[in-house]
């Protein structure tokens, strides 16, 4: 069947319409194409706080370190450094610009410092430590000298805190924040060329130490199902730990494409709430986490992508106890434990996203055989959030992402961050507290181990938390994509070195 075009003009407009079309799809032809959940919220470092947004955000700054794929510490504007007497001395590469083109100042350096030590910063907690800043040029070497003067010790601040802190330009900043926002200026692997609701493109920062390969396309693709369908048909090219696992399973059965799977710095874990009646008997606690059968989980549900957890620190961890043991499921010693208490109801809450529900019905199911009364609830997150910040939760199916170093047992178990902290299951052990004040100020690695290897020791054996497994990194590209290395630090770092093969 055809139909004939009497109006030259309109065959004309038809033609110009595909052409456009072709141009348009042309145009990102050679992009690397990265398809990406949600969208971005904020990329100004200041007020980033969503995973989402950081892991751009750390493509367009530039920190003065920052954590290799091994999570050791490493220069990134830092040239080297030195500590003597709670004093840091930074000797900066050379020639350090903007992605406009404009060379660094000290002016710009000092202005990141205040920016990021000013309270309206949702991070200055953890630069309130830094007492003075000094910026001198260096006349021979044309590279700047920084001496960051700490009010004490701390020893989470190199690998911890300091790599948070960007890079930013005052002048640019200051003149039109707005804009700003929208389109940020670095001195990463690349700058933000284009920015719309669905479409973030970057291109390499030719200014940059270290620019990128090749320009990147991050696409946001809200449905699992549409974000697979896309890599099938290459609109995407890489996926970075959001394809469902029963999809990842699929894909490895076809050649087109390749599937990185590496340890990760996410927990999946049960919180508890050790003031509720039930719960604050340890031998509750016991018997639900004997209840678990978590290796069934990670084996049918998860399909191997993940392992089992005896902490919050993953096994690769630099601070990872080693020596803490694998609770495994045993329903008779569970029962055991319950067989002095006298129950009642508990509830589980979990947030109203599909996998979060699907597993909290797995693990309620298994708490139940041991006799435990438990019922699932799922809450939006906003409302989940609000009841875990006011204690208003028996128990609740938790994750925290990029635990990067172990003062995470600080932030989570010390008596003094008890809400608004973030110690929501209200955990207090004063040996444990001089434990964690005294791991923040050990500068010496081997001894830094040894405290946090009691503190995980002590939390593991008061059944505080429940870790539940670490989720596997799932990184899929297409066949054509070279290069491409995972980061420990579930970074979007390893997309500077992937180039796309013709």
């Known amino acids: 069947m055809y139909f004939k075009i009497k109006n030259n003009s309109a065959l004309i407009i038809i033609l110009a319409l595909a052409s456009c079309q072709n141009s348009s799809d042309l145009k990102f032809k050679n992009h690397i194409k990265i398809g990406i959940e949600q969208k971005i919220k904020n990329l100004n470092p200041l007020k980033a706080t969503a995973a989402l947004d950081m892991r751009l955000g750390g493509l367009i700054f530039s920190s003065f370190v920052k954590l290799d794929k091994n999570l050791t510490v490493t220069g990134d504007l830092a040239k080297s450094w030195s ?98 926002n929208q389109l940020p200026i670095g001195t990463g692997s690349y700058y933000i060329n284009k920015a719309k609701s669905y479409n973030i493109e970057l291109k390499p920062n030719v200014h940059s130490k270290n620019p990128g390969k090749t320009s990147l396309l991050f696409k946001v693709v809200h449905d699992n199902t549409t974000r697979y369908q896309k890599l099938l048909k290459q609109d995407i090219d890489i996926s970075f730990n959001n394809t469902e696992i029963i999809k990842v399973t699929e894909l490895k059965k076809n050649s087109d494409f390749k599937i990185y799977t590496s340890p990760g710095l996410s927990v999946v874990y049960l919180l508890l709430n050790l003031k509720h009646p039930l719960i604050s008997q340890i031998n ?39 020596k803490l043991k694998t609770y495994n499921f045993n329903l008779k010693k569970a029962k055991k434990f319950l067989q002095k208490i006298h129950l009642s109801p508990i509830t589980l809450k979990v947030s109203s996203k599909p996998s979060s529900i699907n597993f909290g019905k797995i693990l309620s199911q298994q708490i139940k055989q041991s006799g435990i009364n438990i019922k699932l609830k799922s809450l939006e997150w906003g409302i989940l959030y609000k009841d875990l910040k006011n204690s208003n939760f028996d128990i609740a199916l938790m994750s925290w992402s990029g635990v990067i170093d172990p003062d995470i047992y600080r932030i989570a178990f010390h008596s003094s961050e008890w809400p608004p902290g973030r110690n929501r299951s209200l955990y207090k052990n004063l040996k444990l ?21 009691q503190v995980q020791k002590i939390i593991s054996k008061d059944v505080a938390v429940i870790p539940l497994w670490h989720k596997k990194q799932i990184i899929i590209s297409h066949k054509n994509i070279l290069g491409l290395v995972p980061s420990l630090t579930e970074s979007f770092s390893p997309l500077v070195n992937v180039i796309k093969k013709k």
């Not at 003075?132 to 044309?142: D, G, P």
């Not at 964690?436 to 830094?448: C, M, T, V």
């Open 284 to 322: 509750m606690r016991k018997a639900i986490k004997n209840s678990l059968d978590v290796k069934k989980i990670i084996k049918y549900k998860l399909k191997g992508f993940a392992s089992h957890a005896r902490s919050l620190l993953n096994p690769n961890h630099l601070f990872f106890n080693t």
């Open 433 to 453: 507290d001089k434990l964690l004040e005294r791991g923040i100020y050990a500068l010496n690695l081997n001894s830094r181990k040894k405290i946090y290897n």
């Open 83 to 180: 500590y003597k007497n709670n004093i840091y001395t930074f000797l900066l590469k050379k020639n350090i610009r903007f992605s406009n083109g404009r060379g660094l100042t000290k002016e710009d350096i000092v202005f990141s410092f205040n920016a990021f030590k000013n309270p309206k910063c949702i991070f200055h907690h953890a630069f309130s430590v830094i007492k003075k800043v000094s910026v001198k040029k260096n006349l021979k070497t044309k590279s700047f000298i920084v001496k960051l003067f700490l009010k004490k010790s701390s020893a989470k601040f190199l690998r911890a805190d300091l790599p948070v802190l960007k890079i930013l330009p005052k002048k640019e900043f200051l003149q039109n924040k707005d804009s700003f």
